[in-house]
């Protein structure tokens, strides 16, 4: 039995990984996989591949893009999750702030330097043609709870996190959601260290085969969005609008997409350099 190590944000998307091990699909093939929730998100994630506390992630494209290009020893060799992330812009529920041009200058809560709420607050600044140099202000706050504290005490003006995530929330009067951000590019992508890639390609690649039948059919699971719902305390409607607008992939991300990024992120001055898609990927 091959030992896997797998982490992954404590969300609705990552569902069918938790479904798959249960049924023990990946047993069947050999392989215990084990499940870490990183509820911190990408930048936690991009250190355990970097520790070799984990052997595979699946995280944020962008996250994943500039911790490669910082060294991060790991290659992209899937895309998980086609469709666009689409991050809610939240202020507390008894903020001053009713737009997003008000929050210029202000300080964003993150979870961490490098995180996926780090990397968009670039693009929201530049969808608003913000000073990327002066106009942003960090706050880390690790975690969703953190948020909820920070934004609630003041130590933050804003945060940006998946709307639907936050939604209950919004719901509670917690939140305010003033705008939405969606990311431009496909969202979620499966990334292997790259020791693991070399020495354990044929059991990479039976994994990737048991997730891809999954997502392949998972909005025909019979009454997945009641299963989702009640897992993850969202409304069942919430979970329905979810479905609709989520995509998964089986294929390895596209090569001018990739470009693509890198060129915004470049732009962002969020990496110092572009890299070639060979050095950012593999192809199981």
């Known amino acids: 039995m091959k030992n896997v190590k797998i982490g992954g944000v404590p969300e609705h998307f990552n569902l069918a990984w938790h479904l798959t091990i249960k049924s023990g699909a990946y047993q069947a093939e050999n392989i215990n996989l084990r499940w870490q929730d990183y509820p911190e998100g990408t930048g936690a994630m991009c250190k355990g591949l970097r520790a070799g506390d984990i052997d595979i992630a699946i995280l944020l494209t962008e996250g994943i893009v500039k911790d490669i290009i910082a060294g991060n020893p790991s290659k992209i060799v899937q895309t998980f999750v086609q469709s666009p992330l ?97 990311t431009p590019w496909p969202c979620f992508v499966i990334a292997a260290r790259e020791d693991f890639i070399k020495n354990h390609e044929p059991v990479l690649k039976s994994i990737l085969d048991i997730i891809n039948k999954t997502t392949a059919d998972f909005k025909s699971i019979p009454s997945i969005d009641k299963t989702i719902a009640n897992r993850y305390n969202l409304h069942f409607e919430d979970v329905q609008d979810w479905l609709n607008l989520t995509e998964w992939s089986q294929e390895l991300i596209d090569e001018h997409m990739l470009i693509e990024i890198q060129q915004t992120l470049f732009k962002l001055g969020i990496i110092p350099k572009t890299k070639s898609f060979d050095s950012l990927t593999h192809r199981v």
Not at 105 to 129: D, Q
Not at 151 to 174: H, N, R, S
Request: aromatic share 12%.
């Open 86 to 182: 689409i991050w809610g812009v939240h202020v507390a529920n008894n903020s001053k702030f009713e737009t997003v041009a008000q929050l210029k200058g202000r300080k964003a809560a993150i979870s961490r330097y490098g995180s996926g709420s780090h990397l968009m607050t670039y693009v929201n600044a530049e969808n608003y043609h913000w000073n990327l140099d002066t106009d942003l202000n960090f706050e880390i706050i690790n975690n969703l709870e953190g948020a909820v504290k920070g934004l609630t005490e003041g130590k933050a003006d804003y945060f940006l996190w998946e709307k639907f995530m936050t939604k209950p929330i919004v719901d509670q009067g917690v939140f305010r959601r003033i705008s939405d951000c969606p």
